[in-house]
């Protein structure tokens, strides 16, 4: 179909400190119902939204979390992550709650470079 | 803001009937908002709420019709992930009504 | 003196100006700050030359809350609510740095 653009959801912020990480994961879960090819980026301080663990209970905010595993309920199955900023971080790939595909930050410009909407967090 | 009245105990709904506090929820509440959206409970329909509650409980979202449709197909067998069958269990819609009944929040992407 | 810093230190820099600063007293890091503490974090080098010299904190609930509760640098002391409360009364001044 030639009316499916590319659009690529570029997480750069830690989530509960703002509320940048929420707002954007409400956006890809509406956007997915609209059939679109969805991608979605962890880069810089990004990369925490998918540490596995977190307990919100003693900050009273909603854990948000577990909600990027149903992700692939809502078809949306591209999750890349910028292999630096995991490094820079002390993080690996098993420290994600999800599974992704990771990548280097050149290789992470290439993608941007294809992508027909980026809408950045 | 609204209240519900049940069993002599008042809960807190928003403007459209849907519960405040999550923590609220049980199956009297369950029934009486079932009757406030003309739905008569079956087993059936019982099935669906909790499948709801349980998703809602593994991914802390209520998920959107389509998903609901193709996760029940997937846990409860084929014939019952049709959006035939869970319309004709919630006419008012799946996503709307159920998780209205279920106690959850209105479906992210549902306007 | 109680320094409090909230902000990531590889997004703002808050907290490096805070240290280059700071000669002596108590940091205390909240929110989206405590990663400053965790290990491996591209910033754990200088947070230790400063723990040369300045006692440092980190608020346990939102350590909790970003799933980093087991890998707190050594040598930083994690409090509760009650705890950053004590640090305030115990200290005469306090800066919140934005």
């Known amino acids: ?121 | 803001m609204a209240n519900i009245e049940v069993d002599g105990k008042s809960y807190e709904t928003d403007e459209e009937g849907y519960l405040i506090n999550l923590t609220d929820w049980n199956t009297e509440v369950a029934k009486y908002i079932a009757t406030t959206e003309s739905v008569d409970m079956t087993e059936q329909h019982w099935e669906v709420i909790n499948f709801l509650r349980e998703y809602f409980e593994e991914y802390q979202i209520a998920p959107a019709v389509r998903v609901l449709t193709k996760a029940i197909g997937k846990k409860l067998g084929a014939e019952k992930g049709t959006s035939e069958y869970l319309y004709g269990l919630f006419p008012y819609g799946p996503g709307k009504q159920a998780c209205k009944i279920a106690g959850l929040p209105k479906p992210t992407g549902c306007v | 003196m109680l320094h409090i810093i909230n902000k990531s230190p590889s997004n703002n820099s808050a907290l490096e100006n805070c240290l280059s600063i700071a000669a002596s007293g108590e940091i205390l890091l909240i929110e989206d700050a405590v990663y400053a503490a965790t290990k491996g974090n591209a910033f754990e080098a200088k947070l230790r030359d400063a723990m040369g010299h300045l006692k440092v904190y980190v608020l346990q609930p939102d350590l909790d809350a970003r799933g980093m509760g087991d890998r707190l640098v050594e040598g930083v002391t994690a409090v509760d609510y009650g705890g950053f409360v004590d640090l305030t009364i115990s200290n005469n001044t306090c800066q919140s740095w934005l």
């Not at chain 1, 991608?39 to 948000?64: A, P, R, W």
């Not at chain 1, 309920?73 to 999750?79: A, F, G, N, R, S």
């Open chain 1, 1 to 121: 179909m030639s009316d499916v653009k590319k659009f690529m959801f570029v997480n750069r912020k830690a989530p509960y400190g703002t509320i940048y990480a929420l707002e954007s994961l409400e956006v890809v879960l509406i956007t997915a119902a609209f059939d679109q090819d969805v991608s979605l980026v962890f880069m810089d301080d990004g990369v925490y939204q998918l540490k596995k663990g977190q307990q919100t209970k003693g900050i009273e905010i909603k854990n948000f979390s577990p909600t990027y595993r149903a992700l692939e309920d809502y078809d949306v199955e591209k999750l890349y992550v910028e292999q630096e900023s995991l490094t820079s971080r002390g993080l690996t790939e098993d420290d994600l709650l999800v599974g992704v595909t990771v990548l280097s930050r050149a290789e992470m410009g290439a993608l941007m470079d294809q992508q027909d909407v980026v809408l950045s967090f």
